[in-house]
């Protein structure tokens, strides 16, 4: 099965570069990046000593129990977004992340979220879209839950 990793949404990412509100009212906070954090939209690591903005995010266009609102990072500058092609996003350095799928009405399907090594992403995601009621699969930090990017089908 086809599947492509989906970076944030560019006119989303300009709006909070240019200092506008994140998830919860804030002005983004200017970090200088210790070369550990990626950006959710070129979805690569951000350079040692680059300017990077922290901001709260939901990746979640409904209001309900399940639509988690975090902490993650975007280049400070303009980047260009994620191409759909990529196989495994630069961002993701771990060894492990949570895949976890979600429904049609951006639910969490119960028993899908599953600490998945790096090396068995394609596995896991396979089984994940063959079901019929996962309509998209999250990527989180296994370590601190944050917000990597979303897989969806292609």
């Known amino acids: 099965m086809s599947h492509h ?3 944030l949404p560019t006119d989303q990412v300009r709006a909070l570069q240019a200092g506008g509100p994140d ?7 200017r970090q200088i990046s210790d070369g550990t954090v990626g950006c959710r939209h070129c979805l690569q690591t951000i350079p040692k000593g680059q300017t990077c903005l ?3 995010y939901t990746p979640f266009l409904t209001v309900q129990p399940y639509a988690e609102t975090g902490p993650l990072f975007l280049c400070a500058r303009p980047c260009a977004p994620a191409k759909p092609a ?5 961002l993701l350095t771990s060894q492990s992340y949570i895949l976890r799928g979600y429904d049609a009405e951006e639910r969490i399907i119960y028993g899908t979220g599953e600490v998945t090594a790096r090396r068995d992403f394609d596995a896991r995601i396979e089984a994940l879209f063959a079901r019929d009621d ?3 699969i999250d990527v989180r930090s296994a370590a601190n839950n944050c917000f990597q990017c979303r897989i969806q089908r292609a």
Do not use: D, I, K, S
Request: charged share 15%; no cysteine.
């Open 5 to 7: 990793f989906t970076p």
């Open 23 to 29: 998830a919860h009212g804030r002005t983004p906070e």
């Open 54 to 56: 922290l901001v709260a």
């Open 86 to 90: 990529q196989p495994l996003p630069g």
């Open 134 to 136: 996962v309509r998209f």
